[in-house]
């Protein structure tokens, strides 16, 4: 259901901010905060914060995402989408489906094999120091000797790779469609 002629100033707006602040938050979680919080408190602490963060963070993106997708769609009859504009709907979607995927699967997943990790490491007195590089060598012999610890660490790094993966290819759809509405700011 296409809507008639342009867009309200109110709508161009709301749909500048919202990719704005979508772009912008992914620009923070991803590059930004993780970063520097590693390197700040302890493994465990790094990983409760993740934990309570990142449901927000991708509850945010689906949310931006649904808003950004229906806003340009109720604007742009199908039948008239030039390819350019056939290419930033589909970004759009595709950006919503990499959210929705980190919000509703890989994210619970991950924190949920994360937690299991760290009651093991807890056990062995591994957890509280500084920074994911400290302890290496007792990391590595926890893993060699412990079974059910190499079985969570692979799992985890499943979760944790298909999740920065969806969430890397959300940013570059993000900032293609933040591009694209930047080069034609007076037909958003």
């Known amino acids: 259901m296409a809507t008639e002629g342009e867009p309200a100033d109110l709508v161009k707006v709301l749909h500048l901010l919202v990719l704005s602040f979508s772009w912008g938050m992914q620009v923070w979680v991803s590059f930004i905060a993780g970063f520097a919080l590693v390197r700040q408190v302890s493994r465990h602490t790094f990983g409760l914060v993740q934990s309570k963060l990142f449901p927000v963070y991708f509850s945010c ?13 109720m604007y742009r009859p199908k039948v008239l989408l030039v390819w350019q504009e056939s290419v930033q709907m589909l970004l759009y979607f595709v950006a919503l489906l990499a959210a ?5 699967w890989l994210g619970p997943a991950a924190t949920a094999v994360m937690f ?4 093991v490491e807890k056990e062995h007195g591994l957890g509280d120091q500084i920074g994911l590089g400290s302890q290496k060598e ?5 893993r060699e000797q412990d079974p059910k610890y190499r079985s969570c660490k692979g799992t985890f790094a499943r979760y944790h790779g298909l999740s920065s993966l969806f969430n890397l290819i ?11 509405t930047a080069l034609n700011l007076s037909t958003i």
């Not at 993106?61 to 769609?73: H, K, T």
């Not at 929705?100 to 509703?104: D, F, H, I, Q, V």
Request: charged letters at 15%; one cysteine or more.
């Open 100 to 104: 929705g995927l980190n919000a509703r």
């Open 116 to 119: 299991q990790m760290r009651e």
């Open 61 to 73: 993106l689906v949310g931006g995402n649904v808003v950004s997708l229906a806003v340009y769609a």
């Open 170 to 180: 959300g940013f570059i759809c993000t900032t293609a469609n933040l591009i694209y």
């Open 138 to 142: 007792e990391y590595a012999k926890l």
